[in-house]
């Protein structure tokens, strides 16, 4: 089965930092663009950043600029989402997703795997 498989999430405090790995299963990751997404209880999924082929990012939320990033490891097929300075805001389900390039991951994003849980609460 062609998906993602996301890790690293955890309960952590206000001012915290963390690291997500999104892995790929079933195909490798060259000649995607990937894109990390959110969702928080109660509300709809949101994209939060992206990786292009050329390692040039895209934020979707101008929220997490100066406190999240992005980075791509293609030899293990692997995009990592580097996060600081946790907000109780920034609690919500991770998961990722990848597609020809980020302005077609925002809306069409593909092989979505179960997300990881990150929990920010003093």
């Known amino acids: 089965q062609l998906q993602f498989v996301e890790s690293g999430g955890g309960l952590l405090q206000p001012g915290g930092s963390l690291r997500l790995s999104c892995m790929s299963s079933?195909?490798?990751?060259?000649?995607?663009?990937i894109g990390w997404f959110r969702q928080a209880p109660g509300k709809e999924r949101e994209g939060v950043l992206c990786?292009?082929?050329?390692?040039?990012?895209?934020y979707y939320r101008d929220v997490v600029k100066g406190r999240f990033t992005i980075s791509r490891d293609n030899g293990k097929n692997t995009v990592y989402l580097e996060m600081n300075n946790l907000k109780p805001e920034d609690t919500a389900v991770y998961s990722c997703?990848?597609?020809?390039?980020?302005?077609?991951?925002?809306?069409?994003?593909?092989?979505w795997g179960q997300g990881t849980q990150v929990t920010v609460s003093s």
């Open positions: 079933g195909f490798t990751l060259d000649y995607f663009a």
């Open positions: 997703a990848a597609g020809a390039a980020c302005s077609v991951v925002i809306d069409n994003g593909s092989y």
């Open positions: 990786v292009e082929t050329s390692n040039h990012i895209t």
